[in-house]
Structure formats: C-alpha cells, structure tokens
C-alpha cells in the first residue's frame, strides 16, 4: 500500500463515523430534523463500512515498487508527455488506478473538524435577532382550532405566534399559556421569547418571536426560559406576537432545541 | 570512477529523492488529526476565535446542509453504483429511445421515481452517460427528478394545504423545465465540451470491486463539491438580510425574479422549500411556485457538485440555460394555473 492509496476509504470512515456519533449522542439535532435520524444512521453505517472495506483492500494490494513515480506526477499531456503505451504500463504497474482521491475531496474533512470545533452549534438569538420580530406567515387560510387542555395551555412558539399575530389572538383571549423558548434581547430594551422552526435542516429555519412584557428583568441573549402568561394584543395590523407574563423561570435547554 | 562522476551521481540522487519524497501515511494522519481535533478542538477554538454567534450561526448551517444532503447523496451514490456494477450497456439503451426527442421525455418522467432530492440525482445523471445513455435524456432525468418525485410533491401539498393547484403547477414547472432544457440540449449542445465521470472498471475483484470503487469515487467527489456549495450557501445565508426580498414582495415581476434568485442562493433542499416559500410574507403564488421551480434544478450546491461532475465548460452554459426555461416558466405556468 501506498500512503495515498488508503486515503479515500479512510475519509469515508471517519465522515461516516462523525455522522453517527453525532445522530447516537442527539447532537444532530442542532442540524436536522429528527425525522432524519434513520437516514443518518443508515448512510453513516454505510459510509464505515465502506471505509473498511475499502482499507483492508488496499492494504491488501501488492506493493508497488517505492522507485516507481507514482502516476500523478507523470506528465499526461503537454509537451513533455509520455507515450500512451508508457502511461498504460504504469497505470498496470500502479494496479489500482481509480483508488486515486480527488483532491476536492479534501474539503470533506471541513464540516467534520467543524462539527468538532464550534461550540455550542444550535441556532439561536443572532439567527433570531437578524430575521426580526415579525411572525412569518401561515399556510394560506389556516384554521385556528381552539387550544386544547386546561389551563395553562401549552401551545408550540410558533402556533402561539401565528395565532397572536394573524387570527387577532381570537382563540387565544382568556386563556393562560406557557411557552419555552430562549431569550433574544429587543434592540429597544426587554426581551423575546423565541424559537426556531426547521423543515429539514437549519438552512431553512424559521424564526418566530414574542414579545414578553412584563417580566421582571431582562436576561442574557440565549438563555432557555419558560414562561406563563396571556395574550396581549399588538397594534392593528402589526404582525407581531406579545404576552404578558406572570411568571419567568429559567431552565436548562432541551434535547430538541427547534420546532418542526 | 572519477570524483567528478561520483558527484554528479549524488546530485542526481539527490534530485531524484526531491522529486519523489517518500509518502507519508497520510490515512493514519487524517485519523490521529480528527482524534485530536475531537478533544481538544473546542478549547483551543475559543480562545482563538471568541465567543462570535456570527461564525457559529454559519457553521451551523454549513454543517446542516452538508448532513442533510448527505443521506440522499448517499442513496444516488449507491443506486449509480449498482447500475455501473450490474446493469449491462445494452439494458439501459434498450429502456430508453434511441431518438433524443424522445428519450428526453422518457428519462424525464422516469425522474419521478427517484425519491431523493437534487443531491442524488447529480452522480446518478453523470453516470447515465458514463453508461451511454445520450446527455440530454440524462440531463432532462436530473433536472426532473427533484421536482417532481413524490415525496417532494406531498411535502408541498401539505405546506400549501388550501391550494391543491400550487402542486399541479409544480409538477408542471419542473417536468417542462426537465424536458425544454432536455430538448434545447439534443438540438444545440452537441458541441458544448461534457465530461462525464470516466468508467471505473476493476481489473481484479469482480462486479463488487467496480462497485466499491465506482461509489468511493462518487461519494469523494460529488462530496467535496457538496461542501463548496454548502460553504457558498451557509455564508449567504448568514450574510444576506432576509428583509432585502421583502421591500419588492409586492412588484409583480420583480417580485418573481427576486424569489428566483433567493432560491439559487439559499439552496435549500427541494424537500423543505416548499415550507420555506409558504412561510414568504407578501408575494404572489406565481412568485412562491418561482421559488419552488428554480430550487430544486439551479442552486450553488446544484452547480458545484455540477462543475464537479460535468467539467466547467458545461455547467457555465447549462445553470444559467436552466435558470431562465424555470424562470419563464414558472410565469406562464403561474399566470395560467395560479
């Protein structure tokens, strides 16, 4: 074996055992929907299996001769060329061609060290500050059904928002709710309560944010709450969501930092 | 021999030791350096880097384009594998017509059948032609595929759930994108230098060597360019504001013309952009359907893994051929249905 040779199985190997860990640890969770964690697991399996397979092959091919230049520093075309025949006979001599890597492969390893080297990975306040306070629009026509349960309701970020900001909070008057989210500081003082919601990956969230009034003091950017309350109407028109709150708790962030 | 000789034999030596340096275990590295990075990489990162939710934000959507994809890109991948290793020439040519007028609307229904999205189909296509099949009926396959196969089109029935019609006009969108592309190419890109991936034959091992190599060299390649587009994708995506689109959401054409060019930049899976134009405040249907045509056949990780697979020749005539046949007709397909 050749140093080069061996390299293309063993970048399968380790990306495929970086998407595994990531899906059996529930980190993938800070990239895709959990939905994906089946896929993940089958193309992370493959991808090691793979690398394997590929590794002992390799490794078991005949050593080529070390005064042997390897092909990729023999000139194909261009005036110092070599006769088709003499590439031929190297390519033989080289016996495993096509186990050459692409150089673009290389890149793989980027998202890999990432994954490794960027803490805290899931989206949260600078995604949410950017997009803004409006809530994003609902399906066409949607139907808000009256919240279920007793009270305090505990409707998704998302559900609470669309209800607030385009059904007038009709279905959400007189009752109390408690929604989880994290804390996105408002550019003009208070606070957001806030989550992202993904369809796939987090390349296509969404961000839905609420106005709490009435808290009792302002936290640092990211810090997951849970909060009781009531609506509070906006201005007419205004497609924002906005709570009263009466109570503010603190606490950890969950397993499942996104809506779906 | 003379001291003269025996000094020019060492310079040669030495030159010839310059020139073919013993390789390193460059596999054994790649392991040890993940490893390291795996332990102490955060550490060291923080105090390089700081505490910037800018760089993480992109990091974050880097790494979840690139994990989304990779399971599809992985299905591709493997379906063209077993295609190169077990499914002789003359089946394939067989299945599809020998005219290209015609096995450009074959190959390009066909794509319904394929349940991934725009990553698969890209090495699939390249190994179409690699088989002998004629690119334009490849091409109308690849660029039909992620439009209009039926997971992509449930996922927009159920984001559009009062409108029924928004997925009939994105079946017909990017079916008609597939096939004009497709005929446009049969008739005027014979001569637009295409370079399919090479054939990967193993000499010894059998059908399984050729496929484990077929699919190695695919998984690389296609991969790394995956990671180009998801470098281009996540920096715009973190660097471009949103409210940027939403000053024109009114402006019939434009309006259409700017959703168009969000879709190439974006790059979001033709799996969820059907989530993501409904959720678009203000714009037209005819601008969403836009959005959701031009999405799934032109993006920046489409035309990446494309200039990877194809050569650059190619991809700098085809995205942009392929952007304006889905923006024209998303116009007329939404002006008539929508």
């Given at each position: 074996?050749?140093?080069?040779?061996?390299?293309g199985?063993?970048?399968?190997?380790?990306?495929?055992a970086?998407?595994?860990?990531?899906?059996?640890?529930?980190?993938?969770?800070?990239?895709?929907?959990?939905?994906?964690?089946?896929?993940?697991?089958?193309?992370?399996?493959?991808?090691?299996?793979?690398?394997?397979?590929?590794?002992?092959?390799?490794?078991?091919?005949?050593?080529?001769?070390?005064?042997?230049?390897?092909?990729?520093?023999?000139?194909?075309?261009?005036?110092?060329?070599?006769?088709?025949?003499?590439?031929?006979?190297?390519?033989?001599?080289?016996?495993h061609?096509?186990?050459?890597?692409p150089?673009?492969?290389?890149?793989?390893?980027?998202?890999?060290?990432?994954?490794?080297?960027?803490?805290?990975?899931?989206?949260?306040?600078?995604?949410?500050?950017?997009?803004?306070?409006?809530?994003?629009?609902?399906?066409?026509?949607?139907?808000?059904?009256?919240?279920?349960?007793?009270?305090?309701?505990?409707?998704?970020?998302?559900?609470?928002?669309?209800?607030?900001a385009?059904?007038?909070?009709?279905?959400?008057?007189?009752?109390?709710?408690?929604?989880?989210?994290?804390?996105?500081?408002?550019?003009?003082?208070?606070?957001?309560?806030?989550?992202?919601?993904?369809?796939?990956?987090?390349?296509?969230?969404?961000?839905?944010?609420?106005?709490?009034?009435?808290?009792?003091?302002?936290?640092?950017?990211?810090?997951?709450?849970?909060?009781?309350?009531?609506?509070?109407?906006?201005?007419?028109?205004?497609?924002?969501?906005?709570?009263?709150?009466?109570?503010?708790?603190?606490?950890?962030?969950?397993?499942?930092?996104?809506?779906? | 021999?003379?001291?003269?000789?025996?000094?020019?034999?060492?310079?040669?030596?030495?030159?010839?030791?310059?020139?073919?340096?013993?390789?390193?275990?460059?596999?054994?590295?790649?392991?040890v350096?993940?490893?390291?990075?795996?332990?102490?990489?955060q550490?060291?990162?923080?105090?390089?880097?700081?505490?910037?939710?800018?760089?993480?934000?992109?990091?974050?959507?880097?790494?979840?384009?690139?994990?989304?994809?990779?399971?599809?890109?992985?299905?591709?991948?493997?379906?063209?594998?077993?295609i190169?290793?077990?499914?002789?020439?003359?089946?394939?040519?067989?299945?599809?017509?020998?005219?290209?007028?015609?096995?450009?609307?074959?190959?390009?229904?066909?794509?319904?059948?394929?349940?991934?999205?725009?990553?698969?189909?890209?090495?699939?296509?390249?190994?179409?032609?690699?088989?002998?099949?004629?690119?334009?009926?490849?091409?109308?396959?690849?660029?039909?595929?992620?439009?209009?196969n039926?997971?992509?089109?449930?996922?927009?029935?159920?984001?559009?759930?009062?409108?029924?019609?928004?997925?009939?006009?994105r079946?017909?969108?990017?079916?008609?994108?597939?096939?004009?592309?497709?005929?446009?190419?049969?008739?005027?890109?014979?001569?637009?230098?295409?370079?399919?991936?090479?054939?990967?034959?193993?000499?010894?091992?059998?059908?399984?060597e050729?496929?484990?190599?077929?699919?190695q060299?695919?998984?690389?390649?296609?991969?790394?360019f995956?990671?180009?587009?998801?470098?281009?994708?996540?920096?715009?995506?973190?660097?471009?504001?949103?409210?940027w689109?939403?000053?024109?959401?009114?402006?019939p054409?434009?309006?259409?013309?700017?959703?168009?060019?969000?879709?190439?930049?974006?790059?979001?899976?033709s799996?969820?952009?059907?989530?993501?134009?409904?959720?678009?405040?203000?714009?037209?249907?005819?601008?969403e359907?836009?959005?959701?045509v031009?999405?799934?056949?032109?993006?920046?990780?489409?035309?990446?893994?494309?200039?990877?697979?194809?050569?650059?020749?190619?991809?700098?005539?085809?995205?942009?051929?392929?952007?304006?046949?889905?923006?024209?007709?998303?116009?007329?397909?939404g002006?008539?249905?929508?």
């Open positions: 074996m050749t140093g080069r040779a061996a390299v199985p063993v970048l399968l190997f380790v990306l495929g970086v998407v595994v860990r990531l899906t059996l640890t529930g980190e993938f969770l800070n990239f895709v929907k959990p939905g994906h964690r089946w896929w993940l697991l089958a193309v992370g399996a493959g991808l090691v299996v793979l690398g394997i397979a590929g590794t002992v092959r390799e490794m078991r091919q005949p050593r080529t001769e070390a005064a042997e230049p390897a092909r990729s520093r023999l000139h194909t075309r261009g005036p110092l060329a070599l006769a088709p025949e003499v590439l031929e006979a190297h390519r033989r001599a080289e016996g061609d096509h186990s050459r890597v150089g673009i492969a290389w890149l793989l390893l980027l998202p890999i060290l990432l994954v490794f080297l960027v803490p805290p990975p899931a989206l949260g306040a600078f995604a949410a500050g950017r997009a803004g306070a409006d809530v994003p629009k609902p399906p066409s026509s949607a139907r808000f059904e009256p919240l279920g349960g007793p009270d305090p309701a505990r409707p998704s970020v998302y559900d609470y928002a669309e209800r607030a385009w059904d007038d909070g009709r279905t959400l008057a007189g009752r109390s709710v408690e929604l989880t989210g994290f804390v996105t500081p408002r550019p003009d003082g208070g606070w957001y309560l806030s989550r992202l919601r993904i369809s796939c990956c987090a390349a296509d969230a969404r961000a839905y944010l609420v106005e709490v009034v009435g808290a009792p003091k302002d936290y640092p950017a990211n810090t997951w709450v849970d909060v009781t309350g009531t609506y509070l109407a906006s201005e007419p028109g205004a497609r924002v969501a906005r709570l009263t709150a009466s109570r503010v708790r603190t606490i950890d962030a969950p397993g499942e930092t996104y809506e779906q | 021999m003379t001291t003269q000789d025996r000094l020019a034999e060492q310079r040669r030596e030495r030159r010839e030791r310059l020139r073919n340096p013993p390789t390193p275990p460059v596999g054994v590295l790649v392991l350096g993940v490893c390291v990075a795996a332990m102490v990489g550490e060291i990162f923080v105090v390089l880097a700081g505490d910037r939710p800018a760089l993480q934000a992109w990091s974050t959507v880097f790494v979840a384009i690139v994990l989304q994809a990779l399971p599809f890109l992985g299905l591709g991948v493997l379906l063209s594998g077993l190169a290793a077990f499914v002789p020439d003359r089946v394939l040519q067989r299945v599809l017509p020998r005219r290209a007028g015609l096995a450009v609307p074959v190959a390009g229904v066909a794509g319904a059948a394929l349940p991934g999205c725009e990553c698969a189909s890209v090495p699939f296509a390249g190994r179409m032609m690699t088989r002998g099949v004629a690119p334009s009926a490849a091409l109308a396959f690849m660029l039909s595929s992620p439009a209009i039926p997971v992509v089109l449930v996922a927009t029935a159920v984001a559009f759930p009062q409108e029924p019609m928004m997925v009939v006009a079946c017909l969108g990017g079916l008609g994108t597939a096939l004009i592309v497709g005929w446009v190419w049969a008739r005027f890109g014979r001569d637009v230098p295409l370079r399919p991936p090479r054939a990967i034959h193993a000499e010894d091992g059998g059908p399984w050729t496929f484990r190599l077929t699919v060299h695919d998984l690389l390649q296609s991969g790394g995956l990671v180009v587009g998801a470098l281009f994708a996540a920096t715009l995506n973190v660097a471009v504001d949103p409210a689109s939403l000053t024109v959401a009114g402006v054409i434009v309006s259409v013309l700017v959703l168009a060019v969000l879709a190439v930049l974006l790059a979001v899976c799996e969820a952009d059907a989530f993501v134009a409904a959720s678009l405040t203000g714009f037209s249907p005819t601008a359907l836009a959005f959701m031009v999405g799934p056949v032109v993006d920046l990780k489409l035309v990446a893994m494309q200039t990877g697979t194809f050569g650059q020749a190619f991809s700098r005539r085809f995205a942009p051929l392929t952007f304006v046949v889905a923006v024209v007709l998303s116009l007329v397909v002006t008539v249905l929508l």
